[in-house]
């Protein structure tokens, strides 16, 4: 597709268990953002990866969440025994190499819950 | 580190203009961004400044200061569809964009 897709939409599970959150960015853009989002609130920063690597992962709350871009694409976002806290909406964004218009692309998010 | 301050909410009547502020602070600055978030939707792009100045669009228009870490956000002729949060984020020395809080603008016909 043309923009960033995020997968699942919607996501609800149980307190302690693990989830994946998946991100494709626009094709050719090397830049990968994850943000998390809860009502009311700004976008708070997660992780940033350039190309393969993470570029910035300070944004990350604790050990429970790691994220993953293996081939420089696809962005996996893991949370290891989920809590309710957890429960937001999850952004992805990319960005191309040139980055002239200084413009992030959003995906539409992964809201997840936590039970 | 970075920290980015703007008005939690604001009124405005369909067809005035409105000024939302940003001040920020940053370590390395790569240029300071607006975007529009409807509720329930992904934030889309509106602005992006690295200059000093006054960037035009349309009925939006972004400033920037970076000696004074102050930008704004200017819309005219409002309507009613521009009901929204209004998001500032800086790029720092890295390319780590940092959103601020938003500022929920409620048009008022």
């Known amino acids: 597709g043309a923009g960033v897709s995020q997968t699942p939409s919607n996501k609800v599970t149980e307190k302690g268990k693990y989830v994946e959150l998946r991100c494709d960015p626009i094709?050719?853009?090397?830049?990968l953002y994850w943000y998390r989002q809860s009502l009311g609130q700004g976008p708070e920063f997660l992780i940033y990866f350039q190309g393969t690597g993470a570029a910035d992962d300070s944004g990350l709350p604790n050990d429970r969440f790691f994220a993953v871009r293996p081939e420089g694409s696809v962005s996996t976002l893991k949370i290891q025994r989920t809590e309710r806290g957890d429960s937001a909406v999850y952004l992805c964004a990319s960005s191309s190499p040139s980055w002239d218009t200084g413009e992030l692309f959003f995906g539409e998010g992964s809201r997840l819950t936590v039970l | 580190g970075q920290n980015i301050d703007q008005p939690t909410e604001m009124t405005a009547t369909e067809g005035a203009i409105v000024q939302i502020n940003c001040t920020y602070q940053t370590s390395g600055f790569n240029g300071l961004f607006w975007y529009q978030q409807h509720a329930g939707e992904a934030p889309t792009f509106l602005s992006y400044n690295v200059l000093d100045g006054l960037e035009e669009k349309g009925r939006f228009s972004s400033f920037l200061s970076r000696s004074k870490g102050y930008s704004y956000l200017l819309l005219k002729e409002l309507q009613m569809k521009d009901s929204a949060s209004y998001l500032c984020?800086?790029?720092?020395?890295?390319?780590?964009?940092?959103f601020g809080k938003g500022t929920r603008l409620h048009i008022l016909p």
């Open positions: 094709s050719g853009h090397t830049a």
């Open positions: 984020a800086v790029a720092g020395r890295d390319d780590k964009i940092i």
